[in-house]
């Protein structure tokens, strides 16, 4: 059993940065892969972000990939979202999700292949 909240979302103008952090419970955290998805008002749940357990590797969506970094620390049972250079679009409700089976690549992305995630915070982006 995995337990995994979000923190860090808000209301920041166009072109700021927020950190999200993601706590998770459980002595399985450091060997699963975790990732980052959100959903915009009116939208499905897509894809932003997948780190590996090691965080030797990570994907991202195109849409944030050079504004946005993903991390982990496996002693602090904690994975972060960087988000520089916020875009009104990047409005939605972010989601940390893990999942103990091996992905790389697009196999990543598919959000029902995640087994526990996170109530979700808010990030609202105003221009």
């Known amino acids: 059993q995995v337990q995994l909240v979000e923190s860090g979302g808000g209301l920041v103008q166009a072109g700021g940065s927020l950190r999200l952090s993601c706590a998770a419970s459980?002595?399985?955290?450091?060997?699963?892969?975790m990732g980052w998805f959100r959903q915009p008002p009116g939208k499905e749940r897509e894809f932003v972000a997948v780190?590996?357990?090691?965080?030797?590797?990570?994907y991202y969506a195109n849409s944030v990939k050079g504004r946005f970094t993903i991390s982990r620390d496996n002693a602090k049972n904690t994975m972060y979202l960087q988000m520089n250079s916020l875009k009104p679009e990047d409005t939605a409700v972010y989601y940390c999700?893990?999942?103990?089976?091996?992905?790389?690549?697009?196999?990543?992305?598919?959000?029902?292949?995640?087994?526990?995630w996170g109530q979700g915070t808010q990030v609202t982006v105003s221009s």
């Open positions: 459980g002595r399985t955290f450091s060997s699963r892969i």
């Open positions: 780190i590996s357990w090691s965080a030797g590797s990570t």
């Open positions: 999700a893990t999942r103990g089976s091996y992905c790389s690549g697009y196999g990543c992305y598919d959000a029902n292949s995640y087994d526990y």
